[in-house]
């Protein structure tokens, strides 16, 4: 190999290089982690979704007289299920807004179903409502860990592009546009407030 066919190679492995370290590689690698981690998110919400019937169902044949709380259950999954986003859509910051509030105002209107159902002990000593209720709980952490994971991925695609070299290519090669963030769920931690109307003593539901 003579002394041009050297050099040549070399601006070759060299210029391959200095692309690579210009995001060409690193932006859509880290782009389309991000996406299978939001298709994991996903997954989790479904999961908790399809949990929710059959949970109200064994609420309403225990004779659950809050009938506001179990139909705000009902109406908060059907309001987050008609949510849809693609993960095109990771990136405007609005319709990631929808889907985060929808699957928030879900995790409140559980929330009041669980101190409703707490008035029930015929409903706590069923064995197939305590077995649901064990699911659901694995299924929000499943989503809260899901959820942690794509913010992680996200930032690490957000700083990539954002960066130099990465981010020289991630603009004029990849038109990259930053990934949204999950938000903590403002007051989801704290126990909602409910009026208790038809229930004295928490014995009327038994009888």
Known sequence: MDFHSVRRFALVAMASIGLAACGINSVPTKEEAAKAQWG????????????IPNLVSVAEA????????????????????GVNITTDDLSDPDEFQKIQQAENQLTQAIGQFRTVVEQYPELKSNQNFQDLMVALDESENLINTERVRYNEAAQDFNTTIRTFPDTIGANII????????????????????VEFDSITGGDSAAE
Do not use: C, W
């Open 40 to 51: 994991n998110v996903e997954s989790a919400m479904q999961r908790r979704h399809d949990l």
């Open 62 to 81: 225990a004779a659950v007289s809050e009938r506001d709380i179990l139909t705000g259950v009902i109406e908060a999954r059907s309001k987050a299920m």
């Open 174 to 193: 990849h038109g990259a546009e930053p990934l949204e963030y999950f938000d903590a769920e403002n007051g989801a931690e704290d126990a909602p407030d």
